[in-house]
């Protein structure tokens, strides 16, 4: 399991100004070593201090900050799993070497450490070694000759792309690699009978991962929970439970039944504290402009229930969901405003948007 770095939002109400000012000051003056470092960053962090500041005010920039908060957390997961050698080895230096094994278990994480000071690797190898034991971690059957131990798994990887390889000069070169990290007899001997045999079994590259990127605000979407379809009871409608996006992707966890629908972030939506969509035909909306009858997404932002003139209200009309407009503050409970109402897309040919040739024409 990886270690990601501290999310700024989740603050810490533990640490007071002087608490924060000894860590700042500890930043600012290097004192202690890198790990510590790192645990004051990531405390600075959670108390709500973004790494921009944290940057102004010692020194550190705030990608140096992402490094040794989750090179001291690997740090933290293999110091009860290595030598005293090896742990006092990263306590002196070694943040970006740790880094590079985030993606690994903590047990992985500590075969790696310990193979990194046996073998004098830096953090450009130590990227290779962490891919190499995570590609060999996903293996279901170990190949013929290589064990469970990491030298083996690191010298798998090099093998198989000594395999691959034409150039003479490169193949040795990757041979010698895969040696320097077997450690069973068994895996020394696959490698060396490449010394001898100069097959090249080509293989065929990986496919590319189909990437996106949200580009704007728009583009990520907002979970809101609907209620159902009109008519409905008021209860249905307190029933709903507020909803709290997490993340960059806004995930949205929720427990028991529920229909969800995801909305784009127009500014309307993402405005909304509390925001609740129930179905309607058009023809039960008070001053829907429409000759025809079609279904339409109501979509009511249950914090705000203060009058305003110029705005649509759910309230309760003998318990069931009902919408108006009032000219003067109403006597009777706001349940929420309406701050949106969904037309559905109309689309002559709804296969025309399968095809893949219609694709970003």
């Known amino acids: 399991m990886s270690v990601l770095p501290p999310d700024a939002s989740e603050q810490s109400p533990s640490l007071d100004p002087e608490e924060a000012a000894v860590l700042l000051q ?16 990531q405390q600075l962090q959670k108390a709500g201090y973004a790494p921009q500041k944290i940057f102004e005010e010692t020194g550190f920039e705030p990608i140096q900050q992402n490094q040794i908060i989750v090179a001291a957390q690997v740090y933290e997961t293999i110091a009860s799993a290595v030598s005293s050698d090896v742990l006092a080895r990263f306590e002196r230096a070694g943040s970006d070497t740790l880094y590079e094994f985030r993606i690994l278990t903590q047990s992985e994480r500590a075969a790696a450490a310990t193979l990194a000071v046996e073998k004098g690797i830096d953090s450009e190898a130590a ?5 190499a034991m995570k590609d060999y971690s996903r ?9 469970e131990a990491a030298g083996d798994g690191v010298a798998y990887h090099y093998w198989k792309l000594a395999r691959q390889q034409g150039d003479l000069q490169a193949r040795s070169r990757l041979i ?4 320097r990290f077997a450690e069973s007899e068994t895996a020394r001997k696959q490698v060396e009978q490449l010394l001898t045999d100069f097959t090249v079994a080509r293989s065929r590259p990986a496919p590319r991962l189909p990437l996106y990127r949200l580009e704007s605000a728009s583009d990520q979407p907002r979970i809101v929970p609907v209620v159902g379809k009109l008519p409905l009871a008021i209860a249905d409608l307190q029933a709903v439970p507020l909803v709290e996006p997490q993340g960059n992707f806004q995930i949205v966890q929720f427990s ?17 504290e509390d925001p609740v ?13 429409s000759e025809v ?15 305003q003139d110029n705005s649509y209200f759910v309230l309760d009309q003998e318990g069931q969901i009902a919408i108006d407009w009032f000219e003067e503050a109403p006597p009777k409970t706001l349940l929420g405003r309406v701050i949106l109402v969904l037309r559905p897309k109309k689309v002559l040919d709804e296969s025309y948007n399968k095809d ?3 694709i970003d024409e």
Do not use: H
């Not at 500890?26 to 960053?41: F, H, I, M, T, Y």
């Not at 010698?176 to 040696?179: D, F, G, M, Y």
């Not at 028991?256 to 909304?272: D, K």
């Not at 009858?293 to 009058?307: G, H, M, N, P, Q």
């Open 256 to 272: 028991g039944s529920g229909a969800w629908m995801s909305l784009p972030s127009w500014q309307v939506i993402f405005a909304a």
């Open 139 to 147: 293996l279901s059957k170990k190949p013929d000759g290589f064990t």
């Open 26 to 41: 500890r930043l600012r003056r290097k004192e202690d070593n890198w790990v510590s470092w790192g645990q004051a960053c």
């Open 127 to 131: 990227r290779d070694v962490a891919k």
């Open 176 to 179: 010698a690699l895969a040696l």
């Open 293 to 307: 009858s079609e279904e339409v997404v109501v979509v009511i932002d249950r914090a705000e229930r203060a009058w």
């Open 356 to 358: 893949l040739w219609q």
């Open 277 to 289: 969509a129930f179905l309607a035909d058009s023809d039960r909306l008070p001053n829907y402009d």
